[in-house]
């Protein structure tokens, strides 16, 4: 179809050319180019002619660490219904690239320089190389792809083709703690409240993820999963290296619940036939500064761990089990090695019981000790000097300045959960919904001979899960258990109880995401996901 003149993100080459452009800001979090990539993205709509006739529809918002999320609001009238795209811009960092780090954010020079080195990759990448219908490079499948597209139906909204609202809403940060959709819930509530606007559905374009190596299917999702970082502070006893039998390393402790947790299947949930990958250790370090031949009396644990819809006050009981399970094959191991080291049985030790406590139960302990005000003031202290650290940082700091007032209660195991959360979504059941995807199901297949499949849960993980119906009883539990909370990390719960928008995630097509072989397959991206959105707002306009 011939293109009009005005229009500029509208074919799949104007698309592709508004996502070289992206790309090529290094958005990468925490960075002076996340915040540029906003101001640049606004002066991108500030061109459109709608935007220049109502310039208050189109705003950048602050976050509270100087950050900026981005929104933009084409009113149809006085309509109500409205839809939101949601997306982010931030991308992951690209040590990953190596020798070609710097041009990581320059699609067409990256697939120049992979091609001329065809034999380092695998067959599928040399494929995917030969073929012209991939772009690489970092963010171009998560997920400035989804901007791109989302811009390109923001266009379509100003030129009055659909018959509501469209809001676009692309946030910062989502790649770390979510600070930008965190700080965006009460932006969208005052949007609505400002211009009388009723939310209909959040759609976000996060990529297709595979379920398997190889998988080809093409997703459409109602949901996104949601996730904890469960922690377990290891207090040990401090010794000598010469007499390791008068301590306990915490390292070893710390070992011992890693080799309990690691892939433990008991933590997968299967809900209609969509399982949770098994936790995964994301982080295991000591706390001991420098070298000496002290053995560390002090280490962590953190770990990924996907949830559906498990209660958190079960998923604790149960995390606190798995403590209980390392702290007795640790003292048990620890008795039987010692009685081996020293050859009879006659000098066995008496067995030895480590701790275990959460968060919420070691705090109680220290307010009863110490007095609430003295723990005040240690929270303070020690918030006021964490200066730039990273909130993982951060919590296990203030953890391990409570533990180290509690010392009488060592050898001891706390569990407590750090930053990120995010609460399970799912919108399957949702009315809107149950009408809405059957038609896209059957607008994809005849429209595009593409077999498009529901899946409950977005397993990539996505900002939609502080949009959407979730069990926000569970964020009390968390509260509890969680160190950094209203100290440096928060969610407006209140507003959470407020939003219960339906969700939906339909997004381009991509392969590798986060890694240095990260792409885009531009038609399936550009020509039919971007069909199926447009199709999929016109459609929910319809049948309001």
Same mark, same amino acid.
């Given at each position: ?28 979090? *925490? ?15 500030? !061109? ?11 705003? +950048? ?92 139906? =923001? ?11 469209? +809001? ?78 008068? *301590? ?66 079960? =998923? ?39 701790? $275990? ?33 990273? !909130? ?75 949009? *959407? ?34 969700? =939906? ?31 999929? $707002? ?7």
């Amino acid at each position: 179809m011939k293109q009009k003149l005005d229009e500029k993100w509208q074919s799949v080459d104007q698309l592709k050319n508004l996502l070289i452009d992206l790309v090529k800001i290094p958005s990468i979090t *925490g960075t002076a180019d996340e915040v540029r990539f906003s101001n640049d993205v606004f002066k991108m709509l500030q !061109d459109l002619a709608y935007f220049q006739e109502h310039p208050e529809h189109l705003k +950048l918002h602050g976050t509270n660490d100087g950050r900026k999320i981005l929104t933009a609001l084409v009113k149809k009238g006085n309509c109500k219904d409205t839809v939101i795209l949601l997306s982010h811009f931030d991308v992951v960092g690209v040590d990953d690239y190596g020798r070609w780090k710097e041009l990581a954010f320059d699609p067409e020079r990256l697939a120049e320089a992979f091609t001329s080195q065809l034999s380092l990759f695998s067959e599928e990448i040399q494929n995917d190389l030969r073929s012209g219908e991939w772009m690489f490079g970092r963010g171009t499948m998560d997920m400035k792809s989804g901007l791109a597209l989302h811009m390109s139906i =923001l266009e379509k909204a100003a030129m009055n083709h659909f018959n509501g609202n469209v +809001l676009l809403l692309t946030v910062c940060d989502e790649e770390v703690n979510s600070t930008g959709m965190r700080s965006a819930i009460p932006v969208i509530q005052d949007i609505a409240e400002k211009f009388a606007l009723k939310y209909q559905l959040c759609i976000n374009s996060e990529p297709i993820f595979s379920n398997y190596p190889g998988d080809q299917t093409k997703y459409v999702y109602t949901g996104s999963l949601g996730k904890v970082l469960p922690a377990f502070y290891c207090m040990g006893k401090e010794t000598h290296a010469a007499e390791p039998f008068t *301590g306990l390393n915490a390292n070893y402790l710390a070992s011992m619940v890693t080799c309990e947790m690691e892939l433990n299947t008991i933590f997968c949930e299967s809900v209609e036939g969509e399982t949770t990958p098994p936790p995964t250790n994301l982080w295991q370090k000591d706390l001991k500064q420098g070298y000496s031949v002290q053995i560390p009396d002090r280490a962590v644990t953190l770990f990924n761990l996907f949830l559906m819809e498990k209660p958190l006050n079960q =998923l604790a009981e149960e995390l606190k089990q798995v403590a209980s399970h390392a702290a007795r094959k640790t003292a048990e191991n620890y008795s039987r090695q010692k009685g081996l080291f020293t050859h009879t049985e006659e000098k066995l030790p008496n067995n030895f019981t480590i701790n $275990v406590f959460s968060f919420e139960e070691l705090l109680l302990y220290a307010e009863k000790k110490l007095g609430e005000d003295r723990i005040h003031h240690l929270y303070e202290k020690t918030i006021s000097d964490i200066g730039m650290m990273d !909130d993982r940082e951060r919590s296990i700091l203030l953890v391990d300045q409570l533990a180290q007032q509690c010392k009488e209660l060592s050898p001891m195991i706390v569990l407590f959960f750090a930053p990120p959360y995010y609460p399970a979504v799912c919108s399957s059941k949702n009315e809107t919904v149950t009408r809405l995807v059957p038609k896209l199901i059957d607008y994809a297949k005849n429209q595009h001979d593409l077999e498009l499949v529901q899946q409950n849960y977005f397993s990539g993980l996505s900002d939609l899960s502080y949009i *959407g119906p979730s069990g926000k009883d569970d964020i009390q539990i968390l509260s509890s258990c969680m160190p950094l909370w209203n100290k440096g990390y928060h969610i407006p719960s209140d507003l959470l109880n407020h939003f219960q928008i339906p969700v =939906l995630n339909l997004g381009p097509w991509g392969k590798d995401p986060h890694k240095m072989s990260e792409r885009l397959h531009i038609q399936y991206s550009f020509d039919k996901t971007r069909d199926m959105l447009e199709f999929t $707002v016109k459609q929910l306009f319809l049948e309001n």
